[in-house]
C-alpha cells in the first residue's frame, strides 16, 4: 500500500487559506490521491482528487507535484465550520473492481476566530 | 440529489445480542462498501459489494459478521451475539464502480 503522511495537527485563523501538506513518496503511477475530511460525529466527506494534474472544485484546490511525491490541498478561506480531521489517501486498487480506502490519522484543522 | 442514507443513526445493544444496521446507497451506485470506525481509529474495510458479483469478506473481522445486498441496491450488516468490542461506528459508501465514495453519515453502535 502507498501510505500517507500528513501532520498531527494544524491551525489556521478565520479568513485566511489553509494549506494542508501530505507526503505520499511510495505512490504507483496510476494511483489517485483523495482528501476526505471529517468532522465531529459525522461521516466521511469528500472533498477532491487528482492524478498529477493540480485540480479545483468549489470546495478546495488541489496541488500535487510533479513527482507526485507529495500534495497539498488548500482551503482558500478558511471558516470555523472548516474545523475537522482532513484525511489525505492514496487509493489503491484491491482487486475484483474493489478500492478499498485506508484512512490514516489524518491532521485535525483548527479554523480560529 | 439524495446522498447515502444509513438507520438507525444509533444503536445501543446488549452483550449477545443480534443488530442489523442498512444502507441506502446513492441511486445508480453499484459498488458499496461498509467500514467500521473504532474511536480514534481509522476506517477499518469490512466488506465490499459490486453489482451482482461476488462480494468481497476480506475484511470482516468474524463469522459472527455478515452483509447482504438485496436487489443490488439496499445492504444489511448483521453483528450476531455481539461483543462489547464491536462498539464502533458503522459506515457505509456507495460509488459508481472505480470512482469516488461517497459516505453516509454512520450507524454508532454501543454494546453495553
Known amino acids: 500500500d502507498a501510505k500517507t503522511t500528513q501532520p498531527t495537527s494544524m491551525d489556521c485563523a478565520e479568513g485566511r487559506a489553509a494549506n494542508l501538506p501530505c507526503n505520499h513518496s511510495?505512490?504507483?503511477?496510476?494511483?489517485?490521491v483523495y482528501w476526505y475530511r471529517q468532522i465531529h460525529s459525522q461521516g466521511p466527506q469528500y472533498i477532491i482528487h487528482?492524478?498529477?494534474n493540480n485540480e479545483t472544485n468549489e470546495m478546495a484546490s488541489l496541488i500535487i507535484t510533479e513527482d507526485r511525491k507529495s500534495s497539498t490541498l488548500i482551503l482558500p478561506h478558511a471558516t470555523l465550520r472548516d474545523t475537522a480531521v482532513y484525511y489525505c489517501?492514496?487509493?489503491?486498487?484491491?482487486?475484483?473492481?474493489?478500492?478499498?480506502?485506508?484512512f490514516g490519522k489524518g491532521t485535525k484543522l483548527s479554523v480560529i476566530p | 440529489g439524495a446522498g447515502v442514507s444509513q438507520s438507525p443513526s444509533n444503536k445501543v445493544t446488549e452483550k449477545g445480542k443480534d443488530v442489523e444496521l442498512r444502507c441506502d446507497p446513492i441511486?445508480?451506485?453499484?459498488?458499496l462498501y461498509w467500514y467500521r470506525q473504532s474511536l480514534g481509529q481509522g476506517l477499518e474495510f469490512l466488506i465490499y459489494?459490486?453489482?451482482?458479483?461476488?462480494?468481497?469478506k476480506s475484511g470482516l473481522p468474524s463469522d459472527r459478521f455478515s452483509a447482504e445486498r438485496t436487489g443490488g441496491s439496499v445492504s444489511t450488516l448483521t453483528i450476531q451475539r455481539t461483543q462489547q468490542e464491536d462498539s464502533a461506528v458503522y459506515l457505509c459508501?456507495?460509488?459508481?464502480?472505480?470512482?469516488?465514495?461517497?459516505f453516509g453519515p454512520g450507524t454508532r453502535l454501543l454494546v453495553l
Open positions: 459508501a456507495s460509488s459508481i464502480q472505480g470512482e469516488t465514495q461517497y
Open positions: 511510495t505512490i504507483s503511477g496510476n494511483e489517485y
Open positions: 487528482g492524478l498529477k
Open positions: 489517501i492514496v487509493r489503491v486498487y484491491s482487486g475484483a473492481g474493489s478500492y478499498q480506502l485506508t
Open positions: 441511486s445508480g451506485h453499484t459498488a
Open positions: 459489494f459490486q453489482g451482482n458479483s461476488a462480494p468481497d
